[in-house]
């Protein structure tokens, strides 16, 4: 072994030196998603969590405007981005605010990836080069008020009327839903499970938002209410039929969680660190007990050995080479770990930390959704523990 060359210093902020990993492209992107949510969401979020109102079409626009909507997409004014690239997106997007890395989320790797991966070459003309500058946002009608977990008995029924489909029932917790110009609709047909591009100003369609949330405050959410809707021949997206569609698509939008939820850690372990080191007890700053720096310890290592397990996902998916198991694998860690971290800053904060002059309360009522939707933690495991095992416990 030659002689060491002289070591890096210790960075806080980067302590196993995850920033060796990334391009000059992935840093710069970084960047920019970073100092736009330091300019454009930091200064609001207390105030649109409290009232639980977001503009969110303007935030829209200006997510369009920098290339992160339909972000790793290729074609029809897509930024086609890597998918580590992505990742550090929903990062930062999500260390301002889970809600607004929710909007993205959903307009990118659900609503729009559907119509991209499986829709109809006048479908993708039709709405995805509106989608990625965020005039069109998209919405993904998944969930039922019966059917959560278990998508597959779905009652939502779209039949065929001549040439037309006419689609009822009911869709619930819709991200973006009451704002959105196109509901991706999954649906039972007499053929199995299909995906509707659903134009939102279509007659019998409406989309009610749920109020009275404790989590993602920031963010729209609502009920989708189909009654009699009729479209076109054409609005069934051709590609694909049965659950494997909708699955597919949360399998990308997850992928994004899986670095999201490092960025609400991390904004809550920064503001932790910062308290730690000025408040003072006992005639001492609080992170100087040993106690104290446990903790801190604890959440750093945490923090940063989900953002490796993010990179390396996103590795593998730009490989080509990422499963859904692993995907899974990482949902279920980082949220979780998330969650966690968020938890444990609030003790540090002690009773600031119930304030939202602080981030932190925000970001961990907002994983209490994230920790939910889009699998559960059980709905992990079991994924998990099937792959292990070869036995389904789901049923
Ligand atoms: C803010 C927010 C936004 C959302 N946005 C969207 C969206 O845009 N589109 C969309 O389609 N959906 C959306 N959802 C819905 C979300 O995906 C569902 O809430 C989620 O899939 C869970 O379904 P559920 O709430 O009906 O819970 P349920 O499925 O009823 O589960 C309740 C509990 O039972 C557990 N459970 C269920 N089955 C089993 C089992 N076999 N073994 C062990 N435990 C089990 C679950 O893990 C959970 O803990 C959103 C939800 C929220 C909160």
């Known amino acids: 072994m030659s002689a060491p060359a002289k070591l890096p210093p210790f960075d806080p902020a980067d302590p196993l030196g995850i920033d060796d990993l990334l391009s000059a492209d992935d840093l710069a992107i970084r960047d920019t998603v970073r100092s736009w949510a330091a300019d454009r969401v930091l200064p609001h979020i207390a105030e649109w969590y409290e009232d639980g109102q977001v503009p969110v079409r303007e935030l829209a626009l200006e997510l369009g405007d920098m290339g992160a909507l339909g972000m790793s997409l290729t074609g029809y004014g897509c930024a ?3 998918a580590v690239q992505y990742g550090l997106a929903c990062l930062e997007l999500e260390a ?7 909007l993205v989320s959903v307009q990118g790797s659900l609503a729009m990836y559907a119509i991209w991966k499986y829709g109809s070459e006048e479908q993708k003309e039709r709405w995805l080069p509106s989608m990625a500058i965020g005039e069109t946002i ?32 009911r869709k619930m917790w819709i991200t973006n839903g009451s704002v959105a110009g196109v ?5 039972q047909t007499d053929e199995g499970i299909r995906g509707f591009a659903v134009p939102t100003d279509t007659p019998g369609f409406s989309a009610p938002e749920i109020k009275h949330k404790w989590s993602l405050r920031a963010s729209v959410t609502s009920e989708l209410v189909m009654d009699e809707v009729r479209l076109p021949a054409d ?4 590609g694909v039929t049965g659950l494997k569609g909708p699955l597919s698509c949360l399998s990308h939008a997850r992928y994004g969680i899986v670095w999201g939820a490092m960025g609400a850690a991390r904004a809550s372990f920064e503001a932790a660190v910062e308290y730690a080191k000025t408040r003072e007890q006992f005639g001492r700053p609080i992170g100087g007990f040993q106690l104290t720096q446990a903790k801190l310890a604890d959440m750093a290592v945490e923090l940063h050995k989900g953002v490796l397990l993010a990179h390396h996902l996103g590795l593998r998916m730009d490989a080509g080479r990422l499963r859904p198991e692993q995907v899974s694998f990482g949902k279920l860690n980082n949220v979780r770990e998330a969650i966690e971290i968020c938890r444990t800053s609030r003790t540090i904060l002690g009773a600031n930390g119930i304030s939202l002059e602080y981030p932190v309360m925000r970001h961990a009522t907002n994983l209490e959704s994230v920790l939910t939707y889009e699998g559960t933690v059980e709905m992990h495991q079991l994924v998990l523990g099937k792959a292990l095992t070869g036995l389904d416990a789901f049923r």
């Open 96 to 102: 301002a605010d889970s809600g607004i890395r929710s």
């Open 138 to 169: 998209g919405c993904f009608g998944l969930t039922e008020p019966d059917h959560g977990s278990d998508p597959a008995g779905m009652r939502t029924y779209a039949k065929k009327d001549g040439t037309d489909w006419v689609l009822n029932g």
């Open 183 to 187: 509901a991706v609709v999954w649906a």
């Open 235 to 238: 609005a069934v997206l051709p």
């Open 80 to 82: 086609g981005a890597t």
